[in-house]
């Protein structure tokens, strides 16, 4: 018989279905509950339990509590899932998980909400002398920005109009060409057609997520996660359904296949490739197998491709998208993480929602930037995005190592960091008794500016976890800030003794 | 006594706060019950009506039904509205309204959707021969592109990164302290830190909503509108009460007054100078009516001043934010009507929700686009854009008078124009027996593309209406479209004999 088992998942899964935070108590109450009715032998090894539906319609609560409540007891040792079976009371009960290897705690009660404190975030990037660790893009010494002047003025050259009018709805078409090519390195297929260009990664992503869902639904997202999509998807009214994410290998595919049998889960948007903030790379054959999980259940998914280019090793990794034979795989990225987030330069390649996203573009933003568009089709059409990438590329991998070196230095010993394979970002557990978002605000005053753990979560978890950019080249000024940064944690580990 | 009457309004309300087609059936059917009563004296003369939450209570309908149903008693002369007391029995009854002079019926059954039909517009927008009367946006014979590239090319080398990175959030100061600088020709006293810059004006209107509302609120819009504007409402997951919008003076501001006291609207958002499709402006004095009406109920308003510049007369019109003494007033504006739609930049001025705006803007496009708003900000910094505005409104105006002419002479006799004093469009009223969008796919198949009526409304209403643009110079091809249009629309006429 299989079992499946989350008990390998070392985290406890986070289900923010509605911001009822009465939520939280319920589920505990109602798991304590069935879990007195196995130790009193109510409910004996081998019973079927309730199904999700009933315990919800019987108890009054959302499905997403009483899912909580069994994953609790499931945690607990108390029940095990059998697939498509429900939920059974196990043969030997009480076996308890040992310590989590990598937390998700909320933090029991944040003074200040994560919108303001990203806003606090972003308020720190223009201040003078400041070490800036916080912000992931790519910085201007590793932009050929010569070259890409002379490819803004070709563009307005050649345009009839100068670039003034709005270019063609989908988007500027040797540009939509350019990206159909470069499809190739991931192992794509597609033609101009199908490709839909955005104001950035973040627009792709919204047209995406509002094609295939309505308000109100449900969608499943890795946690932690860049907290710009919780915005989209607030703005959306989507409900989210949060999957832990492996600094490693990404999210949980066992997990979502799980819970896909109980929760009502219109959509999956994953980063699927150097993920951020952890950096995680999901390997190929897990993405051919999500890819098909999805297929099975025409669930489609939206894949944030945006860092995908930034691989360390010999070859790009591939993408969902590669394994896409339904067509409900809709892949968005840019050129805000590998040339100039200021061009806000994005596509969407939305499989068989092509119609819904171009009407959403249609309706939205009209046209993109024409003149940064246009540009960005001829940097790609002359080859020079491909040396410019393999330079960025090769000097990504060294300042990653240069900077983990530092951290390592200068950090407290119990400080764990993640390997990344590709991207920008370092994720960095501290000390459980740092307060991320503290050692932020004491940071900033001694000009160094991170980003805080909590700002990856709806609810500000994360609270011991710091995201930090190795974008720019390694130098002694940064060496001195991470150095000033690791003081900084070890005396707020000794406040707190 | 102080009686309010909506009989002078001439036209119908459409409440449109859910999507429920059985509404407009319910409300009808209160309404008669309603009126039975009256009629068989179980309700006397001078009687209070039930309340509106009551009789919404009572009958399980929404607040919005109770309301149309009321709307419906008073329109046939059973009650009228007594400010802040309710509805009271007429002492007259049975009076009734002569023939709407502007009629706003929905289409009896859209075969196909609004969006689909906006879809097709905006398909022929770029076959070959085409005369494109669909689109209001300047054409390029009227855009002095030498100087805006060379605006353009002095912002990359002005820019220490070559403007390829992330701008200031707010946006580019350069930019935020020229539209500062132009603020005062329509009387606004604003400096550079109240402006928040965004991808095009729809974006700033998208902002400034989000920031005054939350999903499940009722906004005010006027009606007829441009379509732009429904797909941003129903991405925010808003309600809409449509406030009838006259081709003279704009929304009705009185219809407005009374709706304040039993609908519960959240912000009101309007178009009020040279509003696009009707052409209207709202008087200077009815815009200080308007203001000081909302003030003395905090609510907010989204004012859309995209055309404001467009002016034939002697002076820029005023605007709601000239009167705006609380901050409520939310100026929303850009350059895509005026010089280079293709450049994406837009503004807004958004008074005390300066924070929230912000916090939209930082997660959710994060910055806009650098070159091109550098750009503008140069091309407004040296006086070019007065320069090239004084030609444009001279040329606008003439081109005016031109389409109107052509119009007047190749239309059927029973034609209607509008007589717009800035701005790019005509409003056509047609024999109630033309099908807009029917004109509109026959008009495609003889090269000359037209905005149908229906794509105004969310419920595919004006269906014998047109909006026709007069952006481009008035030439012999377009005289000739015109007339074969006109012809279409005799031909027409006489096939629904």
């Not at 029991?108 to 909400?113: P, T």
């Not at 973040?202 to 639904?217: H, Q, S, Y």
């Not at 993405?287 to 691989?311: F, N, S, T, W």
């Not at 990653?400 to 960091?417: K, N």
Request: contains cysteine; charged residues 25%.
């Amino acid at each position: 018989m299989l079992v499946l088992s989350i008990t390998e998942a070392n985290y406890f899964p986070k289900m923010k279905i509605t911001t009822d935070e009465k939520d939280d108590f319920l589920y505990h109450q109602v798991a304590e509950r069935l879990g007195q009715q196995i130790e009193n032998n109510t409910l004996k090894a081998g019973d079927k339990l309730i199904s999700l539906r009933a315990l919800s319609r019987e108890q009054g609560i959302s499905l997403s509590t009483a899912y909580k409540a069994f994953i609790e007891l499931e945690n607990k040792g108390y029940v095990e899932a059998r697939p498509k079976s429900g939920y059974f009371v196990r043969y030997k009960p009480a076996r308890r998980l040992k310590k989590q290897t990598f937390p998700h705690f909320p933090s029991e009660r944040a003074e200040i909400d994560v919108d303001e404190m990203i806003r606090q975030v972003y308020r720190t990037l223009s201040g003078d002398g400041m070490v800036r660790l916080s912000l992931a893009v790519p910085p201007v010494e590793l932009i050929p920005v010569a070259k890409l002047n002379k490819a803004l003025m070709e563009a307005v050259r050649n345009s009839p109009e100068s670039c003034t009018n709005y270019d063609e709805i989908p988007g500027n078409l040797n540009l939509r060409k350019q990206i159909a090519r470069y499809a190739f390195n991931w192992g794509g297929n597609v033609t101009a057609d199908e490709i839909i260009t955005t104001h950035g990664c973040m627009e792709a992503v919204a047209f995406c997520l509002k094609a295939v869902t309505e308000p109100g639904d449900t969608i499943a997202i890795e946690s932690p996660v860049y907290f710009g999509i919780f915005n989209v998807i607030k703005i959306l009214g989507l409900k989210v359904f949060e999957v832990p994410s492996d600094p490693q290998e990404g999210p949980d595919i066992d997990f979502l296949e799980k819970a896909l049998d109980s929760v009502p889960i219109k959509a999956c948007l994953f980063v699927t490739n150097f993920s951020n903030p952890t950096g995680a790379l999901m390997p190929d054959n897990r993405k051919k197998q999500l890819v098909e999980m999805l297929a099975a259940r025409e669930i489609p998914m939206i894949e944030d491709d945006i860092y995908g280019e930034m691989y360390f090793g010999k070859s790009r990794p591939k993408t969902c998208k590669s394994f896409d034979k339904k067509g409900l795989v809709m892949l968005c990225s840019s050129v805000s993480k590998t040339l100039a987030p200021g061009y806000r330069v994005g596509w969407c390649i939305p499989g068989k929602f092509w119609d819904k996203v171009i009407s959403n573009k249609i309706t939205q933003t009209v046209s993109s930037a024409t003149p940064t568009h246009a540009a960005i089709g001829i940097f790609f059409e002359t080859g020079r995005y491909d040396l410019h990438m393999r330079n960025l590329r090769k000097a990504l991998h060294t300042q990653s190592l240069r900077y983990i070196q530092a951290v390592t230095e200068h950090f407290p010993p119990d400080t764990q960091i993640s390997r990344p394979q590709g991207g920008y970002v370092l994720w960095i557990e501290l000390n459980t008794k740092i307060n991320a978002f503290e050692l932020f605000e004491a940071a900033i005053l001694q000009n160094v500016s991170i980003a805080p753990g909590q700002i990856f979560s709806t609810d500000a978890r994360f609270t011991n976890y710091i995201r930090i950019s190795f974008g720019a080249p390694f130098t002694t000024e940064i060496d001195a800030g991470l150095k000033r940064l690791g003081a900084l944690i070890k005396s707020l580990e000794d406040l707190s003794e």
